[in-house]
């Protein structure tokens, strides 16, 4: 049996996720969705996913169109309370203790053993204790440096748990170089998370970016209600931090100027998120169709200081045309020319000075527009960013053809 594209012989690849990879409301889900979906154009994929809640029928339908089989296996909440003690006692990462049962591995186990598959793909350091289920050549995806994110997040001075989280990203960068000598090779969202993982073989990470699709996320049509739009995981911590930060620090300054009404959109808003609506500022949950919310503001602004990775939500605003303003820690993963493709701003009275600017230029709102949608139509699609990955399954089967 042969393939016409990237692989010589008809590849059978298994997927481990920590989380059921829909719907595409979190920043992995979105990036194994896609993964899965470009892979099985060109390989036999079985997915192989954990969940603490039951999945619905409607979200296994969704991934049975691009895989072979499609398997998920229930953590009990019990079971990983369990884990996270007993982790705590052993020095263990909490994030990777919390996706780990014993009894998982052994059905994780059991079907892989039954697909007989070429390639193993585990999706984050979170799939690390399940290393030994497949047998074969594995590839593990770190997505981000965890370790950066939770170390941005413990700066955070008012926060009660920064004790904790100094120590979690500890455990966390302990864990990530432990990964690196349980796996045959590696992937990650970009090079400064790759800088920041703690072992000397690093560089043979290969650096496989998130993507879009410019055929679906695409310019509105109708004149947007909002001056300024911020969409994300509402209930994520940078997110929750970055909503705070625009409508605390920078809007009132912003006020002082002129007036601007503000949406902030996503799912599972935090309360935190939930007590910032006022008479200017409004909060949509959960949205059927993402792109109304890009369509909704004239600009959209992400003062993102927390986390790590690729913001997918920088990607998909610039592909719907909506100008973006963020801080140069999105745009080293992003690449964009400040200027020609976003603004750049790194406090509340840089963002407040470039949004009113901004607003108040509709010809430069439309260069930004414009290039933006180039810039990422060029540089992320999807079947694009993947041919690394492919390169890599590829390179296995080759290898083992000599």
């Given at each position: 049996?042969y393939?016409?594209?990237?692989?010589?012989?008809?590849?059978?690849i298994?997927?481990?996720?920590?989380?059921?990879?829909?719907?595409?409301?979190?920043?992995?889900?979105?990036?194994?969705?896609?993964?899965?979906?470009?892979?099985?154009?060109q390989a036999?994929?079985y997915?192989?996913?954990?969940?603490?809640?039951?999945?619905?029928?409607s979200?296994i339908?969704?991934?049975?169109?691009?895989?072979?089989?499609?398997h998920?296996?229930?953590?009990?909440?019990?079971?990983?309370?369990?884990q996270?003690i007993?982790g705590?006692?052993?020095?263990?990462?909490?994030?990777?203790?919390?996706?780990?049962?014993?009894?998982?591995k052994r059905?994780?186990?059991?079907?892989?053993?039954?697909i007989q598959?070429?390639?193993?793909y585990?999706?984050?350091?979170?799939?690390?204790?399940?290393?030994?289920v497949?047998s074969?050549?594995?590839?593990?995806?770190?997505?981000?440096a965890?370790?950066?994110g939770?170390?941005?997040?413990?700066?955070?001075?008012?926060?009660?748990?920064?004790?904790?989280?100094?120590?979690?990203?500890?455990?966390?960068?302990?864990?990530?170089?432990?990964?690196?000598?349980m796996f045959d090779?590696?992937?990650?969202?970009?090079?400064?998370?790759?800088?920041?993982?703690q072992?000397?073989?690093?560089?043979?990470?290969?650096i496989?970016?998130?993507g879009i699709?410019?055929?679906?996320?695409?310019?509105?049509?109708?004149?947007?209600?909002?001056?300024l739009?911020?969409?994300?995981n509402?209930?994520?911590y940078?997110?929750?931090h970055?909503?705070?930060?625009?409508?605390?620090?920078?809007?009132?300054?912003?006020?002082?100027?002129?007036?601007?009404?503000?949406?902030?959109?996503?799912?599972?808003?935090?309360?935190?998120v939930?007590?910032?609506?006022?008479?200017?500022?409004t909060v949509?949950s959960?949205?059927?169709?993402?792109?109304?919310?890009?369509h909704?503001?004239?600009?959209?602004v992400?003062?993102?200081?927390?986390g790590?990775g690729?913001?997918?939500?920088?990607?998909e605003?610039?592909?719907c045309g909506?100008?973006c303003?963020t801080?140069s820690q999105?745009?080293?993963?992003?690449?964009?020319?400040?200027?020609?493709?976003?603004?750049?701003?790194?406090?509340?009275?840089?963002f407040?000075?470039?949004?009113?600017?901004?607003?108040?230029?509709?010809?430069?709102q439309?260069?930004?527009?414009?290039?933006?949608?180039?810039?990422?139509?060029?540089?992320?699609?999807?079947?694009?960013?993947s041919?690394?990955?492919?390169?890599?399954?590829?390179?296995?089967?080759i290898?083992?053809?000599?």
């Open positions: 049996m393939f016409c594209g990237h692989f010589k012989l008809i590849v059978r298994i997927i481990f996720t920590p989380r059921f990879p829909y719907p595409l409301e979190k920043g992995d889900k979105l990036r194994i969705y896609h993964q899965i979906r470009v892979l099985s154009a036999e994929v997915l192989i996913s954990l969940s603490h809640d039951d999945v619905p029928e979200s339908t969704e991934l049975k169109q691009y895989c072979k089989e499609v998920v296996i229930r953590l009990r909440w019990w079971a990983v309370f369990s996270v007993l705590l006692l052993k020095g263990r990462s909490v994030s990777v203790s919390y996706f780990f049962s014993a009894s998982a059905q994780m186990q059991q079907i892989a053993s039954s598959a070429d390639v193993g585990f999706q984050l350091i979170r799939m690390m204790s399940y290393a030994s497949f074969g050549y594995k590839v593990l995806d770190y997505m981000d965890f370790s950066l939770m170390k941005r997040r413990a700066k955070d001075r008012g926060s009660l748990l920064r004790p904790f989280l100094i120590w979690e990203s500890r455990l966390l960068a302990k864990a990530e170089a432990q990964a690196m000598d090779n590696f992937t990650i969202i970009s090079d400064r998370d790759r800088r920041f993982i072992h000397k073989d690093r560089q043979k990470i290969e496989v970016p998130n699709d410019p055929e679906y996320f695409i310019p509105g049509e109708k004149s947007p209600e909002f001056d739009v911020f969409v994300g509402l209930g994520y940078p997110n929750v970055a909503a705070r930060y625009l409508v605390r620090k920078i809007l009132p300054i912003i006020q002082i100027k002129r007036p601007v009404k503000i949406l902030l959109a996503g799912a599972r808003p935090h309360p935190l939930l007590d910032l609506q006022n008479e200017s500022v949509w959960w949205l059927d169709d993402i792109r109304s919310a890009y909704a503001g004239r600009i959209f992400a003062p993102v200081f927390q790590s690729l913001q997918n939500k920088i990607l605003a610039l592909a909506t100008p303003i801080t999105v745009n080293a993963s992003i690449g964009a020319k400040p200027t020609k493709h976003l603004l750049i701003a790194d406090d509340d009275k840089q407040a000075a470039k949004i009113v600017q901004l607003l108040d230029d509709s010809d430069k439309h260069l930004l527009s414009e290039s933006g949608r180039r810039f990422v139509s060029l540089h992320f699609r999807w079947n694009d960013v041919v690394p990955l492919i390169n890599i399954l590829k390179g296995n089967i290898n083992a053809d000599h």
